[in-house]
Nanobody, 122 residues
Framework: QVQLVESGGDSVQAGGSLRLSCAAS????????MGWFRQAPGKEREGVAA????????VIVDSVKGRFTISRDNAKNTMYLQMNDLKPEDTAMYYC???????????????WGQGTQVTVSS
């Protein structure tokens, strides 16, 4: 089993920064990709960024490209999402997820955290 715990969510003003963390525990062999998703009120959950645990280029959606950076510390089994130049439209619950996949698909994430709230005011 895999457990994921997010932290770092907060309320900030537009233009501010936050760093989200996702601590993973359990058997790491169950996943080779970790990612961040977000869900704003009244909207569907969307993938934001993902990373392969073995290294390589991350996947980052266009809406946050250049502002958000995903990284992972394998020694700590922790993934991060550095969010800069935050905008009100970034307001959402942010979820950490993990999954095992060949290639990449936002739909292949199987393990989920409980989420951490990010609120950006204008």
């Amino acid at each position: 089993q895999v457990q994921l715990v997010e932290s770092g969510g907060d309320s900030v003003q537009a233009g501010g920064s936050l760093r989200l963390s996702c601590a993973a525990s359990g058997y790491t062999g169950y996943y080779n990709r970790m990612g961040w998703f977000r869900q704003a009120p009244g909207k569907e959950r969307e993938g934001v960024a993902a990373i392969y645990t073995g290294g390589g280029s991350p996947v980052i959606v266009d809406s946050v490209k250049g502002r958000f950076t995903i990284s992972r510390d394998n020694a700590k089994n922790t993934m991060y999402l550095q969010m800069n130049d935050l905008k009100p439209e970034d307001t959402a619950m942010y979820y950490c997820a993990a999954g095992f996949m060949n290639g990449f698909s936002w739909r292949a994430f199987r393990y989920w955290g409980q989420g951490t709230q990010v609120t950006v005011s204008s």
